[in-house]
């Protein structure tokens, strides 16, 4: 088991859990229990879990969104999936709105070898497209980041999109369900999202299995809205069926051979 795959696991198990022991997480992962307090140190230091004596705890309240660096060890290899089909549906030349998130952000990384123009709605994305000058075009809008996830949000974040149209806009979330549509954690953040659809033509909705049939207190829009769904092969089938039934389109991101390249170029 990589280190990546390692922290990935004890992260879930953690925020699952609420908390658990060196010894039990050794166990559960193979690792010797030095390794597992290095790890635990890492993951405490990354703002992932609470290190406490003999073991860690998580950080979060029930209903609460799991902060970005606990997200960056989920589903690493499905989100990487979801965004090369999102990038498949996005035609050269066009204009794209790319929300926060840690999906949108594997999203980004494929985008900036594209030649198109795009508005991301978090630092990390700017500054994966900055650091990294290639053939897309970056459109910085204004806006409040907020603290530890870097999605802007607030008065100016809202004028930048009112003030442009978008050919697509690619919106990630935190729960999905054909009955109350799109949600978000937080009002702001569910702000910035309704705005950013309604600034596009076309808005694809970009998240791994585990957010859909869930759903978060800041309504977004309902699923009339979305225009494609792109998600994983662990989307439950109830559901996407329910999505499919209220017109969405459904794209299953499935896992590629190990000599296909991630992203692939093309028109819609």
């Not at 500054?127 to 999605?151: I, K, S």
Request: hydrophobic share 45%; with cysteine; net charge neutral.
């Amino acid at each position: 088991m990589s280190n990546a795959d390692r922290h990935a696991l004890i992260a879930k198990t953690v925020r699952d859990s609420g908390g658990a022991t060196v010894q039990e997480l050794a166990g559960l992962t193979g690792a010797s229990e030095m390794t597992i307090r290095r790890d635990l140190d890492t993951l405490a230091a990354q703002g992932v879990l609470e290190r406490i004596r003999g073991g860690a705890r998580t950080l979060l309240l029930r209903g609460e969104e799991p902060p970005f660096a606990l997200r960056a060890h989920e589903a690493v290899d499905a989100k990487r999936r979801i965004a090369a089909e999102v990038c498949a549906l996005i035609a050269d030349g066009e204009t794209v709105l790319l929300d926060s998130g840690t999906t949108c952000l594997e999203v980004a990384r494929l985008l900036r070898e594209r030649p198109v123009t795009v508005m991301p709605l978090s630092l990390q994305a700017i500054h994966l497209f900055a650091e990294t000058p290639g053939p897309a075009t970056l459109m910085v809008p204004g806006g409040q980041p907020r603290a530890a996830e870097g999605a802007l949000t607030g008065p100016l974040t809202l004028a930048s999109l009112a003030a442009l149209r978008f050919d697509t806009a690619v919106i990630g979330c935190c729960g999905l369900s054909a009955a109350d549509g799109l949600t978000a954690y937080d009002l702001d953040d569910a702000a910035v999202k309704k705005a950013g659809i309604a600034s596009a033509r076309r808005t694809i909705a970009a998240t791994d299995g585990g957010k859909l049939g869930r759903t978060a207190y800041a309504h977004v829009a309902p699923t009339a809205l979305l225009h494609t769904l792109v998600t994983d092969t662990t989307a439950p089938a109830e559901e996407v069926a329910a999505l499919e039934g209220a017109g969405t389109v459904v794209k299953t991101a499935c896992p590629l051979p190990r000599d296909t390249p991630r992203a692939r170029h093309g028109g819609r």
